[in-house]
C-alpha cells in the first residue's frame, strides 16, 4: 500500500512519474502527489483523491524538471489533506521524501527534532523521517569523502522502527536520488541514460525490463548513469540484475468497464495457465517445479501449516479442506496476522505455505520470516513474481495468473484455489490415493477453464438477479464444507466492492446466531452442491423461508428443488468435488460485481482498502 516512483535522466520526470502512479493506484488512492527538483528548488504537487486529480493540477501548471519522486497514498498516520500527502519535504527546504510504511518510533523522533527547532505541517510519521534526514545532514557537514547525502539517509534510518520503501531528493544532489527499503518493496529500473525507483515493477512498464530488487536494510544511490547499492551498515552489496517479463497489454482494460469484469472473465486463462506443464507424463497426478522439495521429504510431512491474510486465506480454507480429503495430512489455517505473534507450537514435521497473490503483504512476509527463524521450511504460492515472498520462501508454486489490477481479488482467487487442488492431489499420490483417482482428479482439473467459461457464459442471468438485490443492505452467505470458504469469499466480495453488510457462515451453523438476522429485509445465497449433505442444506433453506427470507441458491445443476423453495436460482455445472470451489466461486464474483455497479459504487477501487497491504 502506497506507491512510490521515482525518476531521474534526461526526460521530463512528470511524465514518468504519473505513468507509474496510474499503475500503481491500486496499492492505494487516498491522495497523491510529485516533487520535481529544478534548479530554482522543489517544485511540489499533492492532491487528496486519485492519482487523476494530480494529473490535472501537473496539466494546468506543469512541472518541467529531469529528476523527481512521487507518491499514491493510503493513509495510515494523518487524515486524507493535502498537508499529508506526500512528497514531504524537510523544514529546512533540503530534502522531498515518499514513503510506504508505518514509522512506529515516530513520536519520539517528532519530539527530538521540534527541541532541535525543526517544523511539522503535516500529522504523518513521514515527515518526521524527512526531518531527521535534515538533521543529520546539518549535523555532518563533512563526511570524509562520502556522499553525504547518501550518509544523511542511512544515518537517519539506523533509528527507525517499523517499516519504509522511500525514495529522497536532496537539493544540494540535483541528479540523485536515494532509495531504501525495509518491509516495503522497492526495485530499480535500469533505462538507458535513465533510472527509475518504484514499489513494483508494473511501474516501469513504459521504461525499462531490467530491475534489481532492493533487499531489506539495502539502500541504493540512483542517478542517470549509475545506481551503487550498500546496506544501513555501510557495506557494499552486489546487485543482481533480472530481466522481468511485463505485457503491456495485460495491464489494458479493453472493453471491460472494470479490471475487476476483466479479470473475472480471464479466468479461464489464468485457470489454464495455472496448469500449464504441471501433469506428470501420465496425467496421474501434479508436478512442480520449484518446490525445491524432494517426494521423499514430503512424505515426512505429517501437517500443514496454510498462513494468508483476506481473499488468500479463504484459499487456504479451500486447501485446507482439499488436503486432509484427499491427501489425510492435518492442515491448519491461520490468518498471517495471527500466527506472526501467536508462537504456536509447530511440531518438526510441519510444511508452512504462505498464499499471496501480490507476494507483498507484510504480515504474510512476517509469518513466513517467523517460520523460516523457527528452521520450517516455507514455500508459497504466490502470483507476482520476483515478489518479496517469492524471494524469501524455501520454494513454491507461480500461479501465472497475469497482473491482478482490481483491488477485489479475483482470477487470483480460483488460480490459488486450483493450484492449492494440485498440490493436495500431489500429496495425496505420494501417499494412499490411487493411480485411477489420480487421473479421474486430473482430467476433473483439465476440464476446469471450461467449465469456469460455461459459468460466465450465464453473466447476463446473473446480472438480471443482482439488479433485483441490489438495493439490499444485509446478506447471508451460507454453504457447508468445500462451500463454506466461498461463502465467506462470496461475503467479502459483496463487503468490498458494494458496501453491503454481509456474512459468511456454514449453513447449518446458521441456526446458531445469524438466523436472527432474517427476515424479507436480508436475502441469504445458499451454495449447494449434490452429495450426502444435500437434503440436510434444504432444511437450512427451509429454515430462512419460513422466515420470509428471500433465497438466492447456487447449485450444481443435478441438484432438485421443491416449487416455491428458492427465489433464484444460479445454475452451476456438476463437477469433480476438487473443483466446485473454482466453479462455485465464478456466479459469486459476478453477483457481487453486477450488484456493486448497479449501486453505483467504484469497482476497481473501493473505499480504504488496498489492493496490496504492506503495514501492519
Ligand atoms: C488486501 C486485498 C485483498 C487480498 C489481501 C491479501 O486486503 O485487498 O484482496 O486478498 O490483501 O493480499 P495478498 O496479495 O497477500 O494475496
Known sequence: MCGIVGYVGAHNASDYLLDGLKRLEYRGYDSAGMAVLTPDGYRLARKTGRVSNLATAVQSAP????????HTRWATHGGVTEANAHPHISSDGVFAIVHNGVIENYANMKNFLLQKGYTFSSQTDTEALVNLIAYHYAKEPENNGKNRFVESVRKALLHVQGTYGIAVLCKDHPGEIVAARKGSPLIIGLGDNENLIASDASALALKTSRVIYLKDGELALVSDRSHRVITTDDETVQ?????????????EL??????MEKEIFEQPTALHNAMRGRFSDDSSTARFGGLNIDPHELRQIDRILLCACGTAWHACLVTEYLIEKYARIPVEVEYASEFRYRNSPLDKNTLVVVISQSGETIDTLAALREAKRKG????AITNVVGSTIAREVDGGVYQHAGPEIGVASTKAFTSQVLIGAMIALYLGRLRDMSYSDGVAFVEALKMTPDLVSEVLN?????????????????????????????????????????YVHAEGYPAAEMKHGPIALVSEKCPSLFLVTDGEIFSKTLSNIQEVKARKGKVIVIASDCCEFPDGLVDDLIQIPSCHDAIQPVIASIPVQLLSYYIAVERGCDVDKPRNLAKSVTVE
Request: without cysteine; aromatic residues 12%; proline residues 3%.
Open 63 to 70: 512541472m518541467p524538471g529531469r529528476v523527481g519522486i512521487s
Open 458 to 498: 450465464i453473466s447476463d442471468k446473473i446480472h438480471a438477479i443482482a439488479k433485483n438485490y441490489a438495493h439490499y443492505e444485509d446478506f447471508l452467505f451460507l454453504g457447508r464444507q468445500n462451500m463454506f470458504p466461498i461463502a465467506l469469499e462470496g461475503a467479502l466480495k459483496l463487503k468490498e466492492i458494494s
Open 376 to 379: 520450517f521450511k516455507v514455500m
Open 239 to 251: 546487485t543482481v540484475v533480472h530481466q522481468i517479463e511485463i505485457g503491456l497489454e495485460e495491464y
Open 254 to 259: 479493453g472493453d471491460f468497464r472494470h479490471y
